[in-house]
């Protein structure tokens, strides 16, 4: 399979706990992004790495929120302390990265999660 | 104002239709426009892009981009039950991020 994969499907968690998603991107592709998806809404960026560089991140990341893409390759977003505003599916989607504003972005299937 | 706006719909058509789907911007500095299909509990799946003024096809899709009118457009001709979906539009500044800036998305259903 050479999408974008991402892990797990679905999360259910207690309002107060962490936790942690996995992304492993299109295997050439150097940059990563990560959206948030609630319903009814589109996704909304959050943030993105190009390589293992975090370069930009979203009003909406609050200090809750932190991501690392350690080697380049694969990259997680954890959550601290869930809340149940963060209920939303949590998308990550890469992209060449050449730096030409002429990205194409292409999506994994997402993490559901369910805060209770 | 949201940067992007899209009639969340739903639109029901009857199998065989022609399916307009629509969206308006108002930060003249988008460069890049897109559309993506997204299926129930699926991630987003990129179905055209577009960077100029102008109508780019492709099968049964064309997209149409009127910057002078901040309005993009996809048309659907022949529509299929298969294309139930909600419809993403997507914008981008472009430059080095190259974040996108969706719409809420439309939903449309094909009726057999």
């Known amino acids: 399979d050479t999408g974008v994969s991402q892990d797990p499907r679905h999360k259910i968690t207690k309002r107060g706990q962490n936790v942690t998603f996995r992304c492993d991107p299109i295997s050439e592709h150097n940059r990563l992004y990560w959206y948030r998806q609630t319903l009814g809404q589109g996704p909304e960026f959050l943030t993105y790495f190009q390589n293992e560089a975090q370069l930009e991140k979203s009003r909406l990341l609050s200090d809750r929120f932190s991501a690392e893409r350690p080697k380049g390759s694969f990259s997680t977003l954890e959550i601290q302390r869930t809340e149940q505003g963060d209920s939303a599916m949590y998308l990550c989607?890469?992209?060449?990265?050449?730096?030409?504003?002429?990205?194409?972005?292409?999506f994994g299937s997402g993490t559901q999660l369910s805060v209770l | 104002q949201k940067e992007v706006e899209q009639d969340p719909g739903p639109l029901s058509v009857p199998e065989g239709a022609i399916v307009s789907l629509n969206c308006t911007y108002s930060n003249s500095a988008f460069q890049y426009f897109m559309w993506y299909r997204q299926y129930s509990r699926k991630g987003p799946e990129l179905l055209m892009y577009?960077?100029?003024?102008g109508n780019k096809e492709d099968g049964r899709f064309t997209a149409q981009v009127d910057k002078s009118s901040k309005y993009i457009s996809l048309f659907i001709r022949d529509s299929q039950p298969s294309d139930s979906a909600t419809y993403l539009c997507?914008?981008?500044?472009?430059?080095?991020?190259?974040?996108?800036?969706f719409g809420t998305g439309t939903l449309l259903a094909v009726q057999p």
């Open positions: 989607a890469s992209s060449l990265g050449l730096d030409t504003g002429n990205e194409k972005l292409f």
């Open positions: 577009t960077y100029s003024s």
């Open positions: 997507a914008m981008s500044y472009g430059g080095a991020t190259n974040k996108l800036i």
